[in-house]
Nanobody, 122 residues
Framework: QVQLAESGGGLVQAGGSLRLSCAAS????????MGWFRQVPGKEREFVAA????????RYIDSVKGRFTISRDNAKNTVYLQMNSLKLEYTAVYYC???????????????WGQGTQVTVSS
């Protein structure tokens, strides 16, 4: 099991930027694909971005392409989500997740962090 802890969320004005971090501990981090998901109350958890174990491949939900960048530093056991040009609709709790499969689907991720709140204001 990999323990995951997100940080970097907060309140930001529309058009601003935030960088989320997800620090991993426990089992070796590097073999895992990593994903970022988000959830708002009353809605299902939504895929945001994913990255393969070596960072060689990334995927994004269409609505964040060109705005968000996922990256990882295996030496630091950390994955990042750089979020630029933030929109009001990006307000959500953001979760990082670790899994053995590079996937869009939450069911393919086995370990999850507790989430960090991102609130975008007008």
């Amino acid at each position: 099991q990999v323990q995951l802890a997100e940080s970097g969320g907060g309140l930001v004005q529309a058009g601003g930027s935030l960088r989320l971090s997800c620090a991993a501990s426990g089992r070796t981090f590097s073999p895992y694909a990593m994903g970022w998901f988000r959830q708002v109350p009353g809605k299902e958890r939504e895929f945001v971005a994913a990255i393969t174990w070596n960072g060689g491949l990334t995927r994004y939900i269409d609505s964040v392409k060109g705005r968000f960048t996922i990256s990882r530093d295996n030496a630091k056991n950390t994955v990042y989500l750089q979020m630029n040009s933030l929109k009001l609709e990006y307000t959500a709790v953001y979760y990082c997740a670790a899994g053995g499969v590079f996937s869009y689907f939450s069911r393919d991720y086995v370990d999850w962090g507790q989430g960090t709140q991102v609130t975008v204001s007008s």
